[in-house]
């Protein structure tokens, strides 16, 4: 509404200043102006044919319409050459006609007062309108002062250098079920002038993970080509394992059920169980742009990988996957991972935003499909030998403003041999911040996943944005087995982070139709198709 205002008013001073000259003959007689050489006296017109001559360096004449220029209106009249254009008075006869005050501008104005339905709508959101602003409250005050202090300038200011290209500061990250993570990174963002980056992070949450990574790419060095690697170790005492299949969870205590372990495959009950695993890999891959819009992504990977039964904490999870199931039957588990990964990622993107002025990290039109292909091909003992698919499309509808913002999402993934013939820990997996939230991340797990996905974004200062989600899973073993009977249904509310072009935190608070209540604060791409790609 302020841009059409703006519009409106600048339109009036146009019209007003064109409409002077055209008035001229009612105003009082002022000085003639001064004579120019090669034209007639008094201001008359030239006589046709006359010869001008233009001032030195002036552009050539044209006998054709600027570009852009309005086409003459159909039977509208051409003054004679020195006619003065004259403007009729308006009366009641000649605006009779006329479209009334409150839609002058191109719109209708709403009339004062609400009818029945809009005074129905507003008392059945009185109550979930106010619930949701008082619950957040005191983030809207975080975010406040967030804005109002600029930390994100101050930020930079204390931990990156004067130019912004080298920075080293704390990383603070919370997963629900896993615990806070606390560590550092360092970055450089232009090794060699060309945006070349180089990143080193090392985390961990107490005893129960240690985590680090160093990871390069080439930067714009080339144009449309991009080199990257990665080298990662990750140490976790925590890994959840609640069997496989979509079955509901059950406390192992007041289960009673357990006298051997458990088949994790043909068991009708899920259990909460823990294991440990040391990993090590390292990725090598290219980024190719084929087109303004479609992305190529080749990537190869060494992944060793080696289980532990047992996880840590015995007091607080009581329950080992060693205890619950019969590792025997989870392929991998003993004899661990030592497998090599190929991936091609394709990435159409034709999202964007709405205007220059919204950020890049809440696109607000079109659409963005992804599709992963991967082959795992097993070294040594590791029996991996099958093919990895997966899909991803998303759709951006701007509701208004191009801030306020309905995405929708949807998700495929699946492998192609036998759910009991992949590691278990390499099949499809929904839950976590990424897919399902609302559920612990590896919560569910099968031969394949399917995920849909709404979340509206609304503005709430300038640099955080808020949004609501709902999300819909479902793990099956195969295509002939797909059934809604059982849905996972998730949701919650949160806040993002952001710059002019992208987000760089999220703050979320969930819960299911399963109960519980997850509150998650990371700092990685949200949606991922290749959970590793990124």
């Known amino acids: 509404m302020v841009w059409h205002r703006i519009t409106l008013a600048v339109l009036a001073i146009a019209s007003l200043a064109l409409a002077g000259p055209a008035r001229a003959q009612d105003a009082p007689e002022t000085a003639s102006p001064p004579e120019v050489p090669g034209q007639p006296p008094g201001g008359e017109s030239a006589p046709a ?19 852009g220029a309005p086409d003459e209106a159909p039977g509208a009249a051409v003054p004679a050459a020195g006619a003065s254009a004259q403007v009729p008075r308006e009366t009641a006869a000649t605006v009779a006609d006329a479209p009334p005050a409150d839609e002058s501008g191109g719109y ?14 507003r008392i059945a959101g009185f109550v979930p309108y106010w619930a949701t602003k008082i619950l957040l409250t005191p983030v809207r005050g975080l975010m406040w002062v967030y804005e109002r202090y600029a930390l994100d300038v101050r930020f930079r200011e204390v931990f990156f250098t004067a130019d912004g290209t080298i920075g080293l500061f704390p990383l603070l990250t919370n997963e629900a079920g896993f615990g806070l993570s606390l560590g550092a990174k360092f970055l450089h963002n232009s090794l060699f002038g060309e945006g070349e980056k180089l990143s080193i992070t090392a985390t961990a949450r107490g005893a129960s993970q240690a985590f680090a990574s160093l990871v390069a790419n080439s930067g714009n060095r080339w144009r449309g080509f991009r080199l990257r690697g990665n080298v990662t170790y990750n140490s976790l005492r925590r890994a959840r394992f609640d069997g496989i299949g979509n079955e509901d969870t059950v406390d192992i205590e007041d289960s009673g059920r357990i006298t051997e372990p458990l088949d994790p495959f043909s068991n009708e009950l899920a259990f909460d169980s823990r294991y440990s695993f040391d990993e090590f890999s390292v990725r090598l891959g290219a980024d190719f742009a084929l087109t303004d819009h479609l992305t190529v992504q080749v ?66 039109r079109g659409y963005r499909a992804t599709s992963l292909l991967g082959y795992a091909y097993g070294i040594g003992d590791d029996p991996s030998n099958f093919l990895r698919f997966s899909a991803a499309l998303e759709g951006f509808i701007n509701l208004y403003g191009g801030d306020r913002v309905l995405t929708l999402r949807a998700f495929y993934e699946t492998v192609s041999a036998d759910r009991a013939d992949v590691p278990f820990d390499q099949l ?10 609302g559920y612990l991340r590896g919560r569910f ?20 944005s808020g949004f609501l989600f709902v999300d819909v899973g ?35 608070v969930s819960s299911s139709i399963d109960g519980g209540l997850l509150v998650n604060l990371t700092f990685q791409p949200f949606f991922r198709v290749d959970r590793r790609a990124q």
């Open 299 to 364: 990537l190869g990977e060494y992944i060793r990988r080696d289980y532990d039964p047992n996880g840590d904490d015995a007091e607080r999870y009581r329950v080992f996957t060693g205890d619950v199931y019969d590792t025997a039957n989870l392929t991998g588990f003993e004899e661990g991972l030592n497998t090599i990964d190929g991936l091609l990622v394709l990435t159409y993107d034709r999202s964007g935003v709405a205007s220059r002025y919204n950020s890049l990290a809440v696109r607000s």
């Open 49 to 67: 044919g006359a010869d001008e001559v233009a001032p030195a360096g002036a552009p050539e004449a044209s006998d054709e319409a600027p570009e």
């Open 108 to 121: 209708r104005v709403a009339p004062d007062g609400a009818g029945p339905g809009v005074i129905a709508w």
């Open 474 to 508: 479902v793990p099956f073993a195969g295509l002939d087995d797909f059934s809604l009977d059982n849905p996972r249904v998730g949701y919650g509310a949160g806040v993002q982070l952001q710059n002019a072009s992208a987000a760089f935190g999220r703050l979320d």
């Open 445 to 464: 797990r099968d031969s394949s996943v399917a995920l849909a996905s709404a979340e509206y974004s609304y503005p709430v200062l300038n640099t955080v």
């Open 428 to 437: 499809p997996t929904l839950g976590g911040v990424n897919l399902l939230r």
